[in-house]
C-alpha cells in the first residue's frame, strides 16, 4: 500500500534551508517525517500555498489520481489558505464542496481517503493562552467525516494539546525561530514571527502522531492478547 499526501505547506516536503538560510534550520511540513515512523510507501504531493481549488487548479490533484491504485490511502489536509478565501472557499461551502470532491475521487479508484483536520498556529495572547485560529474550518472536516463515514485526523486537538503541554517558551523549539534562538542563532525578522511552518522537531512530532493514526486504522495492535490479567490490581 502507498500512502498519498495532498495538503499545504504544513504537510509539504523540507525546503532543504531555503528561508532561514540554513540547512540546518529547514522548514518543513510532517509530511515529510512521515516515512520514518511508517514502513509503507509514502508520496508526499502537499505544495506550499495550496488550497482545495488550487491543489487541483494547479494539477498537483491530478498528480495523486494518476498514480492511486486500488487500496492505496490519500490523507487530506488543506484549510490554513482556504480560509484567506472565506467567498469562494467557506468552511461550508467551497472548502466542504472540494474536500467532498476528493473523497469521491479516491474512492472511486478504489482507494482509501482520511481527512485532517489543520494544524493549529502557534499563537498565544498576553495572558499565555493558546488562541484559536482556524475558526470554523475543523470543525467542517469533522463533520464532513461523519456524515461520509471517513475517518478524520485531528491534528488541530493534537497539535493544541502539544504546544499547550509543552507551554509556551518550549513549544518554540517546533519551528525555525525557536530552534535557531536555542542555538543563539538569528533569523530573518519575517521568520522570526513565524508560527505556523514547522522545522524538524515540529514536523517529527506531528508525523509520529499521524503514524500512530493511520496504524490504529489499519488494526495495529488488535492481536495482541490484552496484558490486563497480568497486571497486580489494588
Do not use: C
Not at 511540513?29 to 504531493?45: A, C, H, K, P, S
Not at 489558505?81 to 467567498?87: A, L, R, S, Y
Not at 463533520?143 to 518550549?170: N, S
Request: aromatic share 8%; no cysteine; glycine share 12%.
Amino acid at each position: 500500500m502507498t500512502i498519498h499526501l495532498a495538503g499545504d505547506s504544513t504537510v509539504a516536503p523540507t525546503d532543504n534551508g531555503a528561508t532561514s538560510g540554513r540547512a540546518d534550520l529547514p522548514l518543513l511540513g510532517w509530511g515529510d517525517e512521515l516515512d520514518q515512523f511508517i514502513d509503507d510507501e509514502v508520496r508526499n504531493y502537499a505544495v506550499g500555498g495550496a488550497t482545495t481549488q488550487s491543489f487541483r487548479e494547479e494539477g498537483h490533484w491530478g498528480k495523486v489520481t494518476a498514480v492511486l491504485r486500488p487500496g492505496d490511502t490519500v490523507v487530506i489536509q488543506f484549510g490554513h489558505n482556504d480560509q484567506k478565501e472565506p467567498e469562494l472557499l467557506a468552511a461550508s461551502g467551497g472548502y466542504r464542496t472540494r474536500l467532498t470532491e476528493f473523497v469521491t475521487e479516491v474512492r472511486g479508484a478504489g482507494g482509501r481517503a482520511i481527512l485532517a483536520t489543520s494544524v493549529e498556529r502557534r499563537m498565544f495572547d498576553e495572558a499565555g493562552k493558546l488562541q484559536y485560529s482556524h475558526g470554523p474550518y475543523p470543525a467542517a472536516v469533522r463533520a464532513l467525516g461523519h456524515e461520509l463515514d471517513v475517518p478524520v485526523i485531528d491534528l488541530t486537538v493534537f497539535t493544541r494539546w502539544l504546544y499547550t503541554w509543552l507551554g509556551e517558551a518550549e513549544s518554540a523549539a517546533l519551528f525555525v525561530h525557536g530552534a535557531a534562538a536555542a542555538r543563539g542563532i538569528d533569523v530573518d525578522p519575517a521568520l522570526a514571527k513565524d508560527n505556523t511552518h514547522f522545522t524538524t522537531a515540529g514536523a517529527a512530532a506531528v508525523a509520529r502522531f499521524v503514524a500512530e493514526q493511520l496504524l490504529a486504522l489499519d488494526g495495529g495492535g488488535d492481536e495482541v492478547e490484552p496484558l490486563g490479567k497480568w497486571l497486580v490490581r489494588p
